[in-house]
């Protein structure tokens, strides 16, 4: 095995640890936590090395980027999660080639992956990506405007689409307390959703990543988004697959 593959199998040996004393000391079981492995930016022999210690579950947030390594990546068992914000132009694409969406944030964005949906055949699990901190340095929908974008998701009646649940991104340098009051919000809004409309468009909560990510598996997540802690520290532009 060569230095980065078993570097990778180490790392994610420890984050799987981690996640299952988090999960422990929450009372939870650590099998309805899924890890997305955020590979953006890491080259094509970075994901090879994560699959072969077992983990299948990706996150990318680039098209471009994702395509290029799902290219040359063939495997049945992985399942790829679009992470990043998305340019509505972007948007038929995704359902074809990811199986989730974190970042559902306009009614238009969700037309053309109801689009794209159609013509691929396909169904595409979305999360609604929600500012749940008022970062105004974030996207995502303001957690007011949450209860109205569902009605009209819902009413909208798009196919192909599955809504699932809410997203959010923990502020970088926020303290341990005010991330957890985040998450909790969020928590806390995934449930006020599922009991306003149907619990099934609400069983999935994306919070925490390599920094905040136990914190998360308090506060209720059943997906965390961790890459720099598997992977090293990420270079600043996508590699070069053309
Ligand atoms: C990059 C990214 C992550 C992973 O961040 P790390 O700190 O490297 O674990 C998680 N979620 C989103 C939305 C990201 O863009």
Known sequence: MSLLSSNIKINLGSIRERMQD????AGR????????????????EYVQAAMSAGQHCFGENTLQ????????LHNPLNEWHFIGHLQSNKAKSIPENFAWLHTLDSLKLASKLSAGATRSQRTLNVL????????????????ASVYA????LLGAGLYGIRLRGLMAIGRRNDSPEATRANFAALRELGEACAARFDARHFS????????DFEIAIAEGATMIRVGSSIFGQRPTAAPDYS
């Open 128 to 143: 609604l990506q929600v500012n749940i901190a008022d970062d105004p340095d974030k996207f995502g929908l303001p957690a």
């Open 22 to 25: 988090a999960a422990t000391r």
């Open 149 to 152: 974008f569902v009605e009209d």
């Open 65 to 72: 980027d994702a395509l290029g390594k799902q290219a040359l």
């Open 29 to 44: 079981n650590v099998g309805d936590i899924r890890l997305v492995a955020v590979t953006k930016y890491m080259p094509a």
């Open 204 to 211: 999935e909560l994306s919070m925490g990543m390599s920094n």
